[in-house]
């Protein structure tokens, strides 16, 4: 994306949370971009640390 570029929704934070709504505003036709410098979903999906149910 260029300087000249625009987008109608910036994520920050892409966690569960912030993952669901970034693909809850592109799933409803916004262009989206989502800012993470850790692991997009947060730890569990890579680490297994979600409890079980």
């Known amino acids: 994306m ?3 570029e625009r ?4 994520a920050v ?4 949370g912030g993952e ?3 693909g809850t505003l592109a799933e ?3 262009d989206v971009v ?4 850790e692991l997009v979903g947060g730890e569990c999906p ?4 979600c409890p079980a149910r």
């Open 46 to 49: 890579y680490w297994g640390a």
């Open 13 to 16: 934070g892409l966690g569960p």
């Open 28 to 30: 409803a036709g916004l």
């Open 20 to 22: 669901y709504v970034a």
């Open 7 to 10: 987008t109608d929704a910036v």
């Open 2 to 4: 260029s300087a000249n």
């Open 34 to 37: 989502g800012i993470e410098p």
